[in-house]
């Protein structure tokens, strides 16, 4: 109970520094209740007009609203009573007096109607740069949803609700409000560590999670801007390893350029958590939390520190990670502002490539080698806000003009005609294999006894060879091969076949002497088709020979399908076939020799 008494106290100090001390006021404040007949008052002070009282703002077709008594949802702001409703387009419109970021905060709840389910709803939500919602669905009366944004506008920011055909829209309340210009940087440190990000300015962002670290949640009615702080209770995943600190707010103090309110109010900065005893073998651990994100997005990362902790300066110094990438290494707080007790805050950009499993991890834990002190390690504030994609938007892929932004559904014309390529070989190696398996089953009875199996099998020269065999005899066709003449140059049948465009054809002397004999001193390579040897035709031109052995498992098919192939293959980066030889039942062809090696020799 009297920890209990000491928040309330420690609150109430807080609500009067600031109303003292926050000089901001903004210079656009639109706050409307929509679908309410009468001014709402909030908890914290703030008078959200009626509907009646901001219709000026409001383009619609038709004037739906409905109401409610009560929610069954717990500590919920009377905003969510009441709705507009909206079965075609709606804009609201609002001018803007001094550019610059504002607050859009939007107010959502499915309310009952009895002509539209709004928990079926589906539609999206846009500014004239940005796309807010896409898509959105509450699905279920459970729990409310509320959107917090920070958007540049300058003359006029327009919201514009489009619901899907069949499906409706709807608001319960609405907030456009000037923020100050210090509160986003255009630049800030990335993660991994590169250099600054720059152009801050020009993303739009939204609030995915705000924490008071070792604190209880932090009320709107504490905080300048209307902020609320959420306890980091469900976020710590070591809670064993930690321990919570506060002081009296009245004792923190901003710096001259630095923090302050309008930053982060003073209740951030008075509580904290440090490291405690674990009861770990290893004492130097991190202090961990894990909020869930979306992926896709760069992430804009604010981390609040304020050493309430140390009783002299110099005894703290730690590292932050993000990710497990070292976002800040060394922090020494007493460096930053040479006094305890002193709000301090760094800015980051997490770079998208980082989240893996939808989740950001933020580490504080002590400095290797500490030389002086003990191990320690704080955080008091933590602020997690998703930046904008490509496609200018922080819900999904599509532009503002509802056309998809994200990568190429299809493929580039690159890869389309690189699967072009492939595919055309693809089918031509089918049907050489369907002919195959005709041939096959039509081979002659007496196939066995023949020194070369493709004069029957391969169709492409049969006709030719049933010519040679019945103008010279059945000697002549055993010696004749289908692609060419065992005598490639005393006659003429190799350029005959040579202008077919399979290659050269290589009687098997010819590449027995290239080889010496296939001795094994020239073999550079083995593999599942057999052995590869380097050897010399032409009087000295090196070639590779590969030979396939007897027990490989590549067959006929394979064999001359391969030759079919790559003799229409050429390209400067792959090695080319120059020919082959099927003599003897052999299966022999002939490679450019690639003096350097493949490939993978270079990359592994």
Not at 271 to 291: I, K
Request: proline share 5%; aromatic share 10%; with cysteine.
């Amino acid at each position: 109970m009297g920890e209990r008494y000491l928040h309330l106290l420690l609150l109430f100090v807080s609500l009067f520094i600031i109303k003292t001390h926050s000089s901001f006021t903004p210079s656009d404040n639109y706050l409307i209740n929509c679908g309410s007949s009468a001014e709402t008052k909030l908890p914290d002070g703030r008078s959200f007009k009626s509907d009646q009282q901001s219709v000026s703002f409001l383009q619609t077709e038709e004037d739906i609203k409905t109401s409610v008594d009560t929610i069954p949802v717990s500590d919920t702001l009377p905003l969510y009573l009441t709705a507009r409703i909206f079965p075609g387009k709606a804009t609201y419109s609002f001018y803007i007096s001094r550019p610059g970021r504002h607050w859009i905060r939007l107010y959502l709840y499915p309310l009952p109607h009895p002509l539209y389910n709004l928990t079926d709803s589906v539609f999206s939500v846009t500014t004239d740069t940005t796309v807010l919602l896409h898509d959105f669905s509450p699905r279920d009366a459970s729990s409310v949803v509320f959107k917090e944004y920070l958007i540049y506008a300058s003359e006029k920011l327009s919201l514009y609700f489009k619901p899907h055909k069949g499906s409706n829209a709807f608001i319960n309340a609405v907030e456009i409000v000037s923020v100050p210009d210090e509160l986003v940087p255009d630049s800030a440190s990335s993660v991994p560590q590169a250099p600054d990000f720059k152009g801050l300015s020009s993303f739009s962002l939204q609030v995915s999670h705000r924490l008071n670290i070792g604190g209880d949640l932090v009320p709107s009615k504490i905080d300048p801007l209307s902020r609320t702080w959420l306890s980091d209770k469900l976020y710590n995943t070591f809670p064993e390893g930690s321990r919570n600190v506060t002081v009296d707010p009245k004792t923190i103090t901003y710096p001259e350029g630095g923090a302050t309110m309008e930053i982060a109010p003073h209740p951030v900065y008075s509580s904290a958590a440090e490291m405690a005893d674990a009861q770990t073998s290893e004492p130097n651990f991190n202090l961990s939390w894990r909020a869930s994100v979306d992926s896709g997005h760069d992430y804009f990362i604010r981390l609040h520190f304020c050493d309430i902790v140390s009783k002299s300066l110099n005894e703290l110094v730690f590292n932050v990670f993000i990710n497990k990438f070292i976002a800040i290494s060394g922090l020494d707080l007493s460096r930053k502002n040479n006094a305890l007790g002193t709000a301090y805050y760094a800015d980051l950009v997490l770079n998208a490539s980082t989240i893996t499993n939808g989740t950001i991890l933020v580490q504080v834990g002590p400095t290797p080698n500490l030389q002086s002190g003990k191990p320690n390690a704080i955080l008091n504030g933590l602020e997690i806000m998703k930046l904008n994609n490509a496609a200018g938007s922080l819900d999904g892929l599509f532009g503002v003009d509802g056309k998809y932004r994200g990568p190429s559904l299809g493929m580039s014309s690159k890869k389309l005609a690189i699967a072009g390529i492939g595919f055309v070989m693809g089918l031509t190696a089918f049907f050489g294999v369907v002919v195959l398996l005709v041939r096959w089953q039509r081979r002659p009875k007496d196939w066995q006894k023949q020194n070369s199996f493709s004069s029957w099998l391969l169709p492409l020269h049969a006709g030719h060879s049933s010519y040679m065999s019945s103008k010279g005899g059945s000697t002549t066709s055993r010696k004749m091969s289908i692609f060419g003449s065992k005598k490639s140059k005393s006659n003429g049948f190799s350029s005959f076949f040579s202008n077919q465009g399979l290659g050269r054809y290589f009687p098997f002397t010819e590449l027995q002497t290239a080889t010496q004999n296939f001795d094994e001193k020239s073999v550079i390579g083995v593999g599942g088709f057999g052995k590869v040897y380097i050897g010399e035709i032409d009087g000295g031109t090196q070639v590779a020979i590969k030979r396939g052995s007897q027990s490989s498992e590549q067959g006929i098919t394979e064999f001359q399908t391969e030759i079919q192939m790559l003799s229409k293959l050429r390209h400067r980066h792959l090695v080319s076939l120059i020919g082959f030889c099927d003599e003897n039942q052999e299966m022999i062809l002939v490679y450019e020799y690639m003096s350097n090696g493949p490939l993978r020799d270079h990359l592994y």
